[in-house]
């Protein structure tokens, strides 16, 4: 493997993009790349095989579909690129960066994945398409239906690679990857480095240029933290409170549970504010109608679960509320990435009862700063701010 250094170009022409991306970017209202962009699309134009190693809201999914696009220009309609994501909702948002960034160009895409009926991904698999955005199991579904065939494969995506295995996708992904070409072009994106992912990477990428913005653990600079010391009988409450606030335009709010969800909607409701539920008890189809409705600006609140932790790329969301405090570190670092994406600013607030207050500091610890505390009279429980 060989080690990068990020440097940011001035503009998207400088890295070597043809006009019918350029003119994409344009219309989807971008200026400048950011600095996985500005390190990986030159690597990945070249034909490299690369590691991108980078926290959330980074703008990593553009540093692949742009220059794929570019790669895959010209001839025939036939399946050339595969990426395998671990989530439906990811699946979607991905295609839906490559249909976005493709719209000047000729080339079909399509998701597949499993909670959906199957025909009309066999239709459009037969009909022939450029660019495949698959979970592991449903595109095995279709490889032995016969669907889909590799031998003009020319590049594989492995996004969110470290999630992938998390979820005990190793052996679905050894299967497809086994029926592929070798000589190819391999990309793996992944926020975390750990041994199972480096041992991925080992198995099928070639010489590999690492791309590494950040740390696994930093958070996007350009989110502002806050935490709310509140009596948990009065988060409900308190999170109203906010939400009658007139700058928060677009809401994500993260419960531990899929019954805290359903429950924050509940009493949103009852308090006059409309919210949808987004967690693994809805079936798909309502999955996908409250993220459509989210990110059409129909509802202006999402409650979910770690469901959406990472693969939601939603431009505009101003605030993520952690309703209940995350157990991990890394899993606040998620959740806070769904806004701040693209050095766009947004607000990370953090609700915390008393018997919270230890997994705050341990956030803070890892994160290496404070969190500056935010006292509302009437919710506060009097906790002074961390040592």
Same mark, same amino acid.
């Given at each position: 493997?060989?080690?990068?250094?990020?440097?940011?170009?001035?503009?998207?022409?400088?890295?070597?993009?043809?006009?019918?991306?350029?003119?994409?970017?344009?219309?989807?209202?971008?200026?400048?790349?950011?600095?996985?962009?500005?390190?990986?699309?030159?690597?990945?134009?070249?034909?490299?095989?690369?590691?991108?190693?980078?926290?959330?809201?980074?703008?990593?999914?553009?540093?692949?579909?742009?220059?794929?696009?570019?790669?895959?220009?010209?001839?025939?309609?036939?399946?050339?690129?595969?990426?395998?994501?671990?989530?439906?909702?990811?699946?979607?948002?991905?295609?839906?960066?490559?249909?976005?960034?493709?719209?000047?160009?000729?080339?079909?895409?399509?998701?597949?994945?499993?909670?959906?009926?199957?025909?009309?991904?066999?239709?459009?698999?037969?009909?022939?398409?450029?660019?495949?955005?698959?979970?592991?199991?449903?595109?095995?579904?279709?490889?032995?239906?016969?669907?889909?065939?590799?031998?003009?494969?020319?590049?594989?995506?492995?996004?969110?690679?470290?999630?992938?295995?998390?979820?005990?996708?190793?052996?679905?992904?050894?299967?497809?990857?086994?029926?592929?070409?070798?000589?190819?072009?391999?990309?793996?994106?992944?926020?975390?480095?750990?041994?199972?992912?480096?041992?991925?990477?080992?198995?099928?990428?070639?010489?590999?240029?690492? #791309?590494?913005?950040?740390? @696994? =653990?930093?958070? &996007?600079?350009?989110?502002?933290? !806050?935490?709310?010391?509140? +009596?948990? *009988?009065?988060?409900?409450?308190?999170?109203?409170?906010?939400?009658?606030?007139?700058?928060?335009?677009?809401?994500?709010?993260?419960?531990?549970?899929?019954?805290?969800?359903?429950?924050?909607?509940?009493?949103?409701?009852?308090?006059?504010?409309?919210?949808?539920?987004?967690?693994?008890?809805?079936?798909?189809?309502?999955?996908?109608?409250?993220?459509?409705?989210?990110?059409?600006?129909?509802?202006?609140?999402?409650?979910?679960?770690?469901?959406?932790?990472?693969?939601?790329?939603?431009?505009?969301?101003?605030?993520?509320?952690?309703?209940?405090?995350?157990?991990?570190?890394?899993?606040? #670092?998620?959740?806070?990435? @769904? =806004?701040?994406? &693209?050095?766009?600013?947004?607000? !990370?607030?953090?609700?915390? +009862?008393? *018997?919270?207050?230890?997994?705050?500091?341990?956030?803070?610890?890892?994160?290496?700063?404070?969190?500056?505390?935010?006292?509302?009279?009437?919710?506060?429980?009097?906790?002074?701010?961390?040592?």
């Amino acid at each position: 493997m060989s080690n990068t250094t990020v440097q940011s170009a001035a503009t998207f022409e400088q890295l070597g993009l043809a006009p019918e991306l350029l003119d994409a970017v344009r219309d989807a209202g971008y200026t400048t790349p950011t600095p996985i962009q500005a390190e990986a699309i030159p690597l990945v134009l070249r034909g490299r095989d690369v590691i991108g190693l980078a926290q959330t809201g980074t703008g990593k999914t553009a540093a692949f579909t742009l220059p794929i696009i570019q790669r895959i220009l010209g001839g025939p309609a036939r399946l050339r690129v595969v990426v395998l994501t671990p989530t439906r909702e990811l699946a979607a948002q991905v295609r839906e960066s490559f249909a976005g960034y493709a719209v000047h160009t000729p080339l079909r895409i399509t998701e597949v994945f499993g909670g959906v009926a199957i025909g009309p991904q066999e239709t459009a698999l037969r009909d022939g398409v450029d660019v495949v955005v698959a979970t592991p199991g449903r595109l095995i579904d279709h490889m032995e239906r016969g669907n889909v065939r590799f031998d003009d494969l020319e590049v594989l995506v492995l996004d969110e690679a470290d999630r992938m295995l998390d979820m005990g996708f190793a052996p679905q992904i050894n299967r497809v990857v086994s029926a592929m070409p070798p000589y190819r072009q391999t990309l793996l994106f992944s926020a975390t480095m750990p041994p199972e992912v480096e041992a991925l990477s080992r198995k099928y990428l070639r010489k590999p240029a690492v #791309v590494q913005v950040g740390r @696994r =653990t930093q958070a &996007a600079s350009t989110v502002t933290h !806050a935490v709310y010391p509140v +009596a948990r *009988d009065r988060k409900s409450a308190l999170l109203a409170e906010l939400l009658r606030r007139g700058d928060m335009d677009s809401v994500l709010v993260f419960t531990r549970t899929k019954h805290g969800a359903d429950r924050v909607v509940r009493n949103l409701t009852r308090a006059g504010i409309e919210s949808l539920a987004m967690h693994a008890d809805k079936t798909q189809a309502q999955r996908t109608e409250a993220l459509e409705r989210f990110k059409a600006g129909a509802v202006r609140v999402l409650v979910a679960t770690d469901i959406a932790q990472r693969g939601l790329d939603i431009e505009g969301i101003t605030h993520v509320i952690n309703y209940d405090v995350p157990a991990q570190p890394e899993d606040y #670092v998620h959740r806070i990435g @769904r =806004t701040g994406r &693209a050095l766009a600013t947004g607000d !990370a607030f953090t609700f915390m +009862a008393p *018997d919270e207050i230890a997994t705050v500091r341990l956030i803070e610890r890892v994160l290496g700063q404070p969190i500056p505390r935010i006292s509302v009279a009437g919710y506060d429980f009097g906790t002074a701010a961390a040592d």
